[in-house]
């Protein structure tokens, strides 16, 4: 049973890879170890046929698609079991390939997800990796994208595509050298496609992209003008970030006719000379005619085809058998003076082939999102859909960096056991990013399997960061102590706090710099106090659970109110302490009656916003300035349809197609009010499904609101898609900008796209575009700003308004293949899910910090706040703790500086050996001060570590950093050569200790550095 909200499924226990391997079983043992490639082997571009000056040159690409997890789960695809849900099993595929390729070296093949090769690699016996290895040294067997997962690029954010791409790239580059460096990308199913993703391609030293699903407009007017291949100028701050792409022209399918699987209906070639099934002049003649047509649509002589499709090559030997015919009766023609070469080929090697053509491409500057398949279709849907799994990702993303970094800062966690611990986190939440599974498109019950493997994973990474708290804060004989996480602090329950008279709560701070934390805590007394290590007593508030969280009948909790508190300067990459004990003293309640028709605010210095008679917010008053500022919740219903042509779509997991307008939830809301000291905060109820607190923390500048949807009704047998909207009185002209996987701020143009005159006959999901952090709009002295806390659909469909889709719940499938709707349920009700968004409203003309930049700093705490740990204290009293424990530390001298962020710190190969990555927080164009390059300086942030080495990697350390070269292709009209790609200028760090960070660059290095 998926567990409501966070859907924290029970525990199986989940395999963890021993260690990173070379082919030769071998622990890679030294820093420097990428270069093992045997002596002579010729991969890469070496390997590579060389295309016949004149003629049309095929390059065949045999390659399957594994889906980590769609319509069965990854073990289920991996081992070929559930044959009536799917006919796919990836270890046979494996299996059969390899010995296909033995059997004729002029056969190629691409592989692309590391997960479930190396679920592979560590079954096979020391003779299959020796033949593995040296298909690999001679170019035959190729890796291509890299990442843990094909991954989607939509609801997925940078910092767990970066750690998914290093995963995996790293135990390529550890088990078969340079020859397994990816030199492609290869997103080929996603469904719409980010510019961020393609900058970080280009920061990791891929040479190009490959993907099949643009809009069909799109592609209509770029195959008429023969623009299907494209430099793709990646991002606005960063140099060297042009990618070559190449959109693919049947998806990723084999041409109509040509698909030899066992999974395909079509013939064979038929060659026998005496047979009278013979069929060979037929069969070539269809397949050249499909070429020739192909051929009108792209630029060059060279032309890619996608040998392969969804689990093909179960049965290799029939595919390649076919394939071998194919290219033979193909060039045999050319004595017959047809001018077409096939063979087989790589992604690699067709890039290779076009940079060797005396040709220029057409550029692109913006991204592929929406995706539409047709005029009626967009999918938009699954920006949203599964809001809890999307929650549940994005904590154990901010769990796996408190996770690393507490692994690597204790000598305690050096052994295998707690690297493998570590490693289990790692691995899922690679998968996660899975275009089928942080997307929410997949089956209920592969859905379930993933928050399985979550609550596995968590409950590994949690042993390690008990044991390093242990370690860290106990002094000599102190008894050791449980930390736990309270997993379920967003349905307000953590046994710890609710149970206990006293007890411990420990704040460890990720950022590279100190912060603060408002903590609440869920309790069962009435009063407590709080003390820091100095004995000190802060100032507390108790608050009340809002009736809608309080009588979740799943709810197994008996507290009612929320201790509330302010951790203030939690050291960077550090942790303090805090001891709680309950007072009993018989402090009041401080809710208030329910307000339904008086106008009341709540707000601080720096604002107030106020509700009106009828219980909606309506105002914000900014430094004195008010502003009309409403919210609301609205709902579409879902079209329904048979889904037999496109205009009779149903909307589903992955398509948004309403059925109309929307409509408003009520026109009257429930409200109470609450005021102390730390926080002012209104209660909301709109109806018996949805319901909001809207708070003003003391000292902040942007407005909190928890949203609470669920079970959506559809005893109307009508499917619903909940939006939150915020509408102002701010003249944005159709303009709206939505963040890319986090990073570069992309505009958007209502009823508009840069590249074709659109026509919109869905306006509302054709508008839709994906918010995985922030969405806003501005006019020429006013902003408004909405940061999520995980991926939704959002659009400004009238200016002024911002609207984000927070759930949906449907009873029709949109036949993508899915086969099921997206009517997900706990405890035998419609999944109830809650989250948070962050307003910030203010002037475009700030007398200090600009709102850009005062978003950026709020998106970062966001992203990754002090993790919280709880732990019993009924039998240490305050005295004992303070006396027999640490209460504070760490690992960093100095904090960095505000737009620096410490992205990455994690133990690495060696003991002592360390990956640490920075990265400038804002465009080059936010802020007048913190968008200028800045410089750190290692020794002073690691002052308390003696620094041995220092060397920058690529973004996805799997290349040193002077190692990387790039092919260079040439936009039009510019003159060009066959001159080396130039790289972005270099750093002026004459010394290794010196960072300098240019807007929006992330930097990355392996540190070797012991404790002082």
């Known amino acids: 049973m998926?567990?409501?909200?966070?859907?924290?499924?029970?525990?199986?226990?989940?395999?963890?890879?021993?260690?990173?391997?070379?082919?030769?079983g071998v622990l890679v043992e030294k820093l420097d170890d990428w270069d093992h490639a045997a002596q002579g082997a010729k991969c890469g571009y070496e390997s590579c046929p060389v295309p016949r000056k004149g003629m049309l040159n095929l390059h065949l690409v045999p390659h399957t698609h594994d889906d980590v997890g769609w319509l069965k789960t990854v073990d289920q695809y991996y081992y070929g079991s559930k044959t009536s849900i799917q006919r796919a099993g990836v270890q046979y595929i494996l299996d059969s390939v390899i010995d296909a390729l033995l059997h004729n070296p002029e056969r190629k093949f691409i592989y692309v997800e590391s997960a479930f090769f190396f679920k592979w690699w560590d079954e096979q016996p020391p003779q299959i990796r020796t033949a593995v290895q040296e298909l690999v040294q001679q170019g035959r067997l190729e890796f291509v994208n890299g990442a843990w997962s094909m991954n989607d690029e939509a609801a997925a954010h940078y910092q767990s595509l970066i750690d998914q791409f290093t995963w995996g790239l790293g135990l390529l580059n550890d088990t078969f050298g340079e020859c397994g460096r990816p030199r492609a990308g290869w997103q080929i199913d996603p469904f719409g496609h980010s510019r961020e993703h393609a900058a970080m391609l280009t920061q990791m030293g891929y040479d190009g992209l490959f993907f099949a699903r643009l809009d069909q407009a799109d592609r209509a007017k770029r195959e008429a003008s023969k623009q299907t291949e494209l430099i793709w100028k990646s991002s606005a701050n960063l140099e060297d970030s042009d990618l070559f792409t190449t959109i693919l022209y049947t998806l990723y399918q084999a041409p109509p006719g040509f698909c030899y699987d066992v999974l395909c209906s079509d013939e064979p070639i038929l060659d026998g000379p005496d047979s009278a099934e013979n069929n060979v002049e037929?069969?070539?003649?269809?397949?050249?005619?499909?070429?020739?047509?192909?051929?009108?649509?792209?630029?060059?002589?060279?032309?890619i085809l996608t040998m392969g499709g969804d689990f093909t090559y179960q049965d290799a030997g029939m595919y390649f058998k076919n394939m071998d015919k194919l290219i033979k009766y193909t060039n045999a023609r050319q004595e017959q003076g047809v001018m077409v070469n096939a063979f087989y080929s790589t992604p690699t090697c067709y890039l290779k082939a076009l940079h060797d053509t005396d040709l220029t491409w057409p550029t692109k500057t913006d991204d592929f999102f929406p995706y539409g398949s047709d005029p009626y279709t967009y999918w938009t849907?699954?920006?949203?859909?599964?809001?809890?799994?999307?929650?549940?990702?994005?904590?154990?993303?901010?769990?796996l960096q408190v996770c690393k970094q507490l692994t690597a800062l204790s000598p305690a966690t050096r052994s295998s056991y707690f690297q493998n611990r570590l490693t289990v986190l790692r691995e899922v939440i690679g998968v996660m990013q899975h275009h089928d599974a942080i997307t929410g498109t997949e089956k209920q019950h592969v859905a379930d399997d993933y928050a399985r493997m979550l609550h596995v994973a968590?409950?590994?990474?949690?042993?390690?960061?008990n044991v390093v708290l242990n370690d860290m804060t106990r002094k000599t004989n102190a008894p050791e102590v449980q930390f736990e996480s309270c997993h379920l602090l967003n349905i307000s329950h953590c046994v710890t706090s609710e149970t206990k008279e006293s007890f411990v709560v420990t704040l460890y701070n990720p950022l590279g710099h100190s912060t603060y934390h408002y903590v609440r805590l869920p309790v069962n007394g009435n009063s407590y106090t709080v003390r820091n290590s100095a004995g000190d007593k802060l100032p507390t508030q108790m608050i009340s659970i809002p009736d809608s969280v309080f009588s979740l009948s799943s709810r197994n909790s008996i507290a009612n109110q929320e201790l509330v508190f302010l951790a203030d300067q939690i050291p960077p990459m550090g942790y303090v302490s805090f001891y709680v004990t309950e007072?009993?003293?018989?402090?009041?309640?401080?809710?208030?009656?329910?307000?339904?028709?008086?106008?009341?605010?709540?707000?601080?210095?720096?604002?107030?916003?106020?509700?009106?008679?009828?219980?909606?917010?309506?105002?914000?008053?900014?430094?004195?300035?008010?502003?009309?500022?409403?919210?609301?919740?609205?709902?579409?219903?879902?079209?329904?349809?048979d889904n037999r042509e496109a205009k009779n779509r149903s909307s589903g997991a992955y398509i948004f197609r309403p059925n109309g307008t929307e409509k408003q939830v009520t026109n009257s809301v429930r409200l109470q009010v609450f005021k102390g000291d730390h926080v002012q905060e209104v209660h909301q109820v709109f109806n018996d499904w949805i319901s909001q607190v809207v708070r003003v923390y003391e000292d902040e500048q942007h407005v909190e609101f928890e949203w609470l949807v669920g079970p959506i009704p559809v005893e109307d047998e009508i499917g619903k898609e909940i939006v939150t909207r915020y509408q102002s009185d701010i003249k944005s002209n159709g303009v709206f900008w939505t963040d890319a996987n986090g990073r570069e701020m992309i505009k958007r143009v209502r009823n508009h796209r840069d590249t074709w005159d659109v026509e919109l006959v869905e306006p509302v999901p054709g508008n839709y575009y994906p918010v995985t952090a922030k969405i806003a709009l501005e006019d020429d002295s006013w902003r408004m700003a909405v940061l999520n806390d995980r991926a939704q659909g959002g659009t400004s469909m009238q200016d002024g308004v911002l609207e984000l889709m927070v759930h949906r719940r449907l009873l029709r499938d949109d036949a993508f293949g899915v086969g099921e709707p997206l009517n997900e349920t706990a405890y035998d009700r419609g999944l109830i899910a809650r989250g948070k968004h962050y307003l910030l409203f203010g002037s475009k003309a700030p007398k200090t910090v600009t709102a850009e930049a005062k978003e950026r700093f709020l998106q970062n705490q966001v992203h990754t706040p002090a993790w919280v740990f709880v732990n019993d204290a009924t039998d240490v009293s305050f005295d004992a703790w303070q006396s027999n424990y640490i209460n504070a530390f760490s690992a960093l001298s100095a904090s960095l500086p505000m737009n620096v962020n410490l992205l990455t710190f994690e133990p690495w190969k060696q003991p002592f050996t360390y990956l640490v990555r920075f990265e400038h927080l804002l465009e080059k164009t936010e802020d007048p001060l913190y968008s200028s390059p800045v410089t750190i300086n290692l020794k002073t942030v690691f002052s308390s570590f003696d620094i041995r080495s220092v060397r920058e990697t690529t973004l996805g350390a799997n290349q040193w950093k002077?190692?990387?070269?790039?092919?260079?292709?040439?936009?039009?009209?510019?003159?060009?050569?066959?001159?080396?790609?130039?790289?972005?200028?270099?750093?002026?760090?004459?010394?290794?200790?010196?960072?300098?960070?240019?807007?929006?660059?992330?930097?990355?290095?392996?540190?070797?550095?012991?404790?002082?």
């Open 381 to 399: 849907g699954y920006f949203t859909s599964r809001p809890t799994s999307k929650r549940f990702e994005r904590l154990g993303n901010h769990l």
């Open 2 to 24: 998926k567990c409501l909200l966070i859907l924290t499924a029970l525990i199986v226990v989940a395999s963890a890879r021993p260690g990173k391997y070379r082919g030769d």
């Open 282 to 303: 037929e069969r070539i003649d269809v397949f050249l005619d499909w070429v020739y047509g192909m051929a009108q649509k792209y630029h060059s002589n060279n032309l």
């Open 458 to 465: 968590f409950e590994a990474c949690n042993e390690n960061t």
């Open 583 to 641: 007072t009993y003293e018989a402090r009041p309640r401080q809710d208030t009656e329910p307000k339904v028709q008086q106008i009341t605010s709540i707000g601080n210095k720096y604002l107030s916003v106020h509700f009106n008679n009828n219980g909606f917010l309506n105002m914000i008053n900014i430094n004195g300035e008010s502003h009309w500022l409403q919210q609301d919740f609205f709902y579409y219903e879902g079209a329904v349809g």
């Open 962 to 1012: 002077e190692d990387k070269s790039r092919l260079k292709f040439y936009a039009d009209p510019v003159p060009h050569s066959n001159e080396p790609a130039a790289e972005s200028l270099p750093h002026e760090d004459h010394d290794v200790n010196v960072v300098t960070l240019h807007p929006m660059e992330i930097r990355t290095f392996v540190l070797e550095m012991t404790k002082h």
